[in-house]
């Protein structure tokens, strides 16, 4: 990734999360767009603002997928066995951040919290429908 955007690929956003680059290149995009779908981005709260900033014209929805808390986030964190000390309080004082912009309004076209998995596909659905009017759940 890194190489890409030295060498100049154009991205929608990209931004460095936890010490990796992640990014969404326009061509990725225009693929998607090629082949008459919906392009969804899983991106984080960084990228969302980076694309409102550098593409205000953008036709684009936001959604913000929250946990329940942030008890239960770093709780999830923990049990996976993957986070040192230092990156758990990283991870959980970024995450506060986000939650802090996800919740507040105006900044997500709609909410998505995400405490069971079966309950939170369905409202995903729901929350697609009444965004695109076209969305076939088969296209998940």
Do not use: W
Request: with cysteine; net charge negative.
């Amino acid at each position: 990734m890194r190489l890409a955007i030295e060498k100049g690929e154009s991205f929608i956003e990209y931004a460095e999360v936890h010490g990796n680059i992640y990014g969404t290149s326009f061509e990725a995009m225009k693929d998607v767009e090629r082949e008459g779908k919906n392009c969804l981005l899983d991106i984080d709260v960084q990228g969302v603002q980076t694309i409102k900033k550098n593409h205000p014209n953008l036709s684009a929805n936001y959604i913000f997928v929250a946990p329940p808390s942030m008890e239960v986030l770093q709780k999830r964190l923990q049990d996976r066995g993957t986070e040192t000390k230092e990156s758990l309080e990283r991870r959980t004082a970024n995450a506060a951040a986000e939650m802090a912009y996800g919740m507040a309004s105006g900044n997500f076209d709609a909410i998505l919290v995400n405490n069971d998995l079966d309950v939170a596909c369905e409202d995903l659905t729901n929350i697609l429908n009444k965004l695109y009017n076209d969305f076939r759940n088969d296209t998940l």
